[in-house]
């Protein structure tokens, strides 16, 4: 097979030169290039996806913290398990503190991991639309965190029935179906924040410090004054996101959220993905 | 002796232009050739025609022009070394070429496209640009993996270019934080292989391997310029790239300073002589009778 049969809009087939004339080229270095691989189309999101995916999980930093996340979501049903009345929403909801501290944390490290290693210099050769990779490496933390907050719910079931034969207490069966719906959404946002400000920063540690931070942040905001107070009630994600686990959500609290997200969310998300667009990758 | 580079720039514009890009035979009179060789609708405006082309590229960084009118073609079937010392704007020209870099003016096209418009780019041309950023974590195997799963290949193609680069099975399967420089060079010329490209842009693919090594990555590139390919192999060492390309492209502060094959540009006093000249106005070489590369090298850096 000649290079120009080969790639079917080749240019040497273009420009015709004494290479190109000899079919007898063409050699063993091209080895078996088939699969779906199709130099005229662009590279289908799926793909884009199934690779970020693996990459999370594809060094040992990645795939400790994935480990460790789900070490901590049943550590921590059990945990709770073991003292209070056994409740399946209740235990399940122990979890929320794993996840809220290492969400954010794998969503940070999937955004920053490119920078850090350059490995950009790589990814972004093969995909240069870069707004399809940040969209690639946006969707498994966010999947991670519905999965994580349904394997809680999981883990807690068992761990209820446990607690109510072994301590002899009527275990407490009832899960409103929105107060799973809005502690998922609320696992979902947090990833979302890890990812908007390690897109923003590219920088795993700041973006880490920041994350783990804010919650101490807004504790002292909150106490300084009624413009600090307005503050914290606005903007403080991790409280304007509570309401969303009672299932009776004002518009009020619903503008809070709004708000709230936008600022730790959209906005940061936008302005890192206008950085990435735009920056030399050396 | 800079109208003599402009002088064989211009030269080798037109012989480049004329599509007779098969450098190693004794080079054909350029006035044999001069209409230029104009194929179809793919080749849009200008010159040049080249599966890699430069077109007036600058680059300007704050006060510092890092590329200077940067232009130069590179033709199907030949090895061309984009060849100056440290800090020349090698490695930002071919940034640029690649799309990771905005050109201040100027465009770079590979196949006649800009790289970033291309669909799937890394099918049809190969690039290395820093064998050094990897993932230390990952084991050669993988990065080649996440490679062609990228690019919708079959995992036996990364058997395939392990196997053309000389890695063995059990270094693959190794961590790249334990690999010398001279295997994460093959790793990387293996993960530029993958689509089988028909251009290849390679940054400084020699630095790091042995005597062996650069053997084979000459017979390796001849090989793939034979069957077709346009190669761009930037170095800083002269000797290097004496040995596996067949045209030079010389670059200092920006500026192309001259270009033609390995012998026109020696003219009779050897590729050294003529390296040192050119660029010991440009740079703070001692610009006699040392090795340049490594004089100009430790000059600039």
């Known amino acids: 097979m000649t290079r120009a049969g080969h790639h079917p809009h080749d240019i040497t087939r273009a420009t015709p030169s004494p290479v190109t004339e000899d079919d007898t080229l063409d050699a063993t270095v091209n080895g078996t290039v088939n699969g779906t691989a199709n130099a005229d189309r662009p590279i289908p999101f799926r793909r884009l996806l199934a690779v970020e995916a693996r990459k999370l999980v594809d060094t040992r930093s990645g795939m400790i913290i994935t480990l460790v996340m789900v070490g901590l979501v049943v550590a921590s049903v059990v945990a709770r398990g073991a003292v209070v009345r056994p409740k399946p929403q209740t235990l399940a909801g122990t979890a929320g503190i794993a996840l809220g501290t290492l969400l954010p944390v794998l969503a940070i490290l999937t955004m920053t991991g490119e920078w850090t290693h350059r490995t950009a210099l790589t990814t972004f050769v093969l995909e240069p639309r870069r707004h399809r990779v940040l969209a690639a490496k946006s969707v498994p933390p966010l999947v991670a965190a519905v999965a994580l907050s349904l394997f809680a719910m999981l883990v807690a079931v068992p761990v209820t029935a446990v607690v109510a034969e072994v301590g002899g207490i009527p275990a407490d069966w009832d899960v409103q179906p929105i107060w799973l719906l809005g502690w998922t959404g609320v696992n979902v946002l947090v990833a979302a924040q890890g990812l ?43 409280t304007t996101c509570a309401p969303l686990t009672s299932g009776d959500m004002t518009w009020g609290e619903g503008a809070r959220l709004a708000t709230s997200a936008v600022f730790w969310i959209v906005i940061p998300m936008a302005a890192g993905l206008v950085r990435l667009l735009r920056k030399e990758v050396t | 002796m800079d109208r003599t580079g402009q002088v064989l720039a211009t030269w080798v514009d037109l012989w480049t232009a ?70 020349a704007g090698k490695s930002t ?38 064998a050094g950023a990897r993932h230390p974590g990952r084991t050669g195997r993988e990065v080649l993996t996440l490679g062609a799963m990228t690019l919708g290949l079959p995992r036996t193609r990364v058997g395939e270019v392990l196997d053309l680069v000389g ?135």
């Open chain 1, 196 to 238: 908007a400000l390690g897109a923003l920063l590219l920088n795993a540690p700041a973006a880490i410090v920041i994350s783990l931070t804010t919650p101490v942040l807004w504790a002292v905001v909150g106490r300084l004054g009624p413009v600090g107070a307005a503050l914290a009630e606005w903007l403080d994600l991790n």
């Open chain 2, 18 to 87: 004329a599509g007779i890009a098969e450098t190693r035979k004794a080079a054909p009179r350029v006035e044999t050739h001069r209409t230029p060789v104009r194929c179809g609708g793919a080749r849009p405006r200008g010159a040049l025609s080249g599966m890699i082309e430069f077109r007036h590229v600058s680059k300007i960084y704050g006060k510092v022009r890092a590329l200077d009118d940067v232009t130069f073609a590179v033709g199907p079937g030949s090895v061309t070394g984009f060849l100056g010392p440290n800090g």
């Open chain 2, 93 to 130: 020209a071919l940034r640029v070429l690649v799309g990771l870099s905005r050109p201040s003016s100027g465009s770079a096209t590979v196949l006649g496209l800009p790289y970033a418009e291309m669909a799937c780019p890394g099918l049809r041309a190969g690039t290395l640009l820093d």
């Open chain 2, 167 to 301: 890695l063995t099975e059990r270094e693959s399967r190794r961590r790249i934080g334990g690999y010398s420089l001279g295997m994460r060079q093959r790793l990387g010329i293996a993960h530029a292989l993958l689509g089988d490209p028909e251009v290849l842009i390679l940054d400084e693919p020699a630095n790091g391997l042995d005597p062996q090594g650069i053997h084979w990555m000459r017979l390796l590139l001849r090989h793939l310029a034979d069957s077709g390919c346009a190669v761009l192999l930037s170095s800083h060492l002269l000797h290097e790239v004496e040995q596996v390309a067949d045209r030079i492209v010389m670059i200092g502060r920006g500026r192309v300073l001259a270009q033609g094959t390995v012998e026109e540009l020696s003219r009779g006093r050897g590729l050294e002589q003529t390296f040192l000249e050119l660029t010991a106005h440009t740079d703070r070489s001692p610009g006699t009778g040392t090795f340049p590369g490594v004089d100009a090298g430790r000059g600039a850096a």
